[in-house]
């Protein structure tokens, strides 16, 4: 798990950062749960069916926002809830806002945090309580500060 610090984040979250999960796109699987009964929907996101979860019209229950070239976010059509992020750098894994997850349905536990991102832009009111394994960075991972800096050339 990820803890990301950065404006765009917190902004979207509304909250001090915001928790990713990475999860191989192959392994994914969405579940609706109707709010007026106990139905679940289950859909596999490489199916290209998880765009209409829920719907029986053609309106879209994922809607997609870029707001830089590095990644593809989605949030849900209905409440805007954030619900992925997928970085250009790694199209085969998708960051799954944690708390989208449910434990009880979940094929895997939710792992601990393991980093925390883009701390130069995290609030001056918000103590992080790191423990120690954990690794901190300014700003992106290596891996994608690499790929960003490759991307501009």
């Excluded at 609706?32 to 029986?56: F, I, M, Q, V």
């Excluded at 992020?85 to 998708?94: F, K, Q, R, S, T």
């Excluded at 901190?136 to 960003?148: A, E």
Aim: net charge negative.
């Amino acid at each position: 798990m990820t803890y990301c610090y950065c404006t765009t984040c917190r902004s979207l979250h509304g909250a001090p950062f915001a928790p990713f999960v990475d999860v191989r796109r192959e392994d994914l699987e969405w579940f609706e749960r109707s709010l007026s009964s106990s139905t679940t929907t289950t859909t596999r996101e490489g199916d290209g069916e998880w765009k209409n979860l829920g719907h029986s019209d053609e309106t879209p229950a994922i809607t997609k926002l870029r707001l830089s070239k590095a990644a593809t976010r989605t949030f849900c059509a209905s409440c805007h809830s954030p619900l992925t992020m997928v970085y250009n750098a790694v199209p085969d894994e998708v960051g799954l806002v944690a708390t989208t997850i449910d434990e009880k349905l979940s094929a895997a536990p939710v792992p601990k945090v393991e980093q925390h991102i883009y701390l130069a832009q995290k609030p001056g009111w918000y103590d992080i309580p790191v423990k120690e394994g954990v690794k901190l960075y300014d700003g992106p991972t290596d891996y994608l500060k690499k790929w960003l800096e490759d991307a501009q050339e």
